[in-house]
């Protein structure tokens, strides 16, 4: 079975200033997808960002990065110029490419929680 | 509202009670994920539905939960005799289809507080 593991179970950023959250998954196959999503108070959970194995070239979107070491199996999300609407709690999911019966589910870590300061 | 909606948005009941939880997807999206999250912990997947027959309900924890989906519809997850390990939010998503790159697009969940 897959396991996601986020080390950080709070982090903190002054407003304008770079952060980067950390995660590591353990998984025997070689083909899956990754992904960061971001859950407000509202609980409403936001896809982020989003990286398939099998592309060397990490993921951008605007401000969100992602740094995606396959072979140390770590996913880690570089949040530039952090604004205060960036705070929330940070989720690293991964999901398996093997099929549409067992491989749909998302498998979560514990979450990282981030507070942006003014 | 394209969105995934949930209801009620919170629920409070007492140890023993059934209650259903009803998740209405984006239109159109043939999959659609219940997932529980509890205070302070990320979410853990309980059932997938591709159309209206669940390939994949490895995730229920006990035969107390089940859940069902009309079509490629609404979906309603049942609790029976709750207990207070059962309260949790409860997340429903949907997804255009279920391979791995399809976005799953996420409800605001159900706050259910069992005393």
């Known amino acids: 079975a897959q396991t996601v593991t986020q080390s950080q179970p709070e982090m903190s950023v002054q407003e304008a200033e770079t952060v980067t959250l950390s995660c590591t998954y353990d998984t025997s196959e070689s083909d899956y997808y990754l992904f960061w999503y971001k859950q407000p108070p509202s609980r409403q959970m936001i896809l982020v960002i989003r990286q398939e194995a099998y592309k060397q070239q990490n993921a951008t979107e605007n401000r969100f990065s992602v740094n995606f070491q396959k072979a140390a199996k770590s996913f880690s999300l570089k949040i530039s110029d952090s604004q205060l609407g ?7 999911a991964y999901r398996s490419a093997r099929g549409e019966t067992s491989g749909s589910r998302l498998t979560f870590g514990e979450g990282t929680q981030l507070t942006v300061n003014p | 509202g394209a969105g995934v909606s949930q ?13 259903e939880l009803r998740c209405d997807p984006i239109s159109g999206h043939t999959a659609l994920y219940w997932y529980r999250q509890r205070l302070g912990q990320g979410l853990e997947f309980l059932i997938y539905f591709q159309g209206n027959s669940a390939p994949d309900k490895s995730g229920l924890p006990s035969d107390r939960f089940s859940a069902e989906r009309t079509g490629e519809s609404v979906s309603t997850l049942t609790i029976q005799r709750t207990q207070q390990e059962d309260s949790a939010v409860y997340l429903c998503a949907s997804s255009l289809g279920a391979g791995g790159w399809e976005t799953q697009y996420f409800g605001p969940g159900t706050r259910l507080l069992v005393l």
Do not use: Q
């Open chain 2, 7 to 19: 209801s009620p948005s919170n629920k409070v009941t007492e140890k023993g009670k059934d209650v």
């Open chain 1, 86 to 92: 960036d705070a929330a709690m940070y989720f690293c």
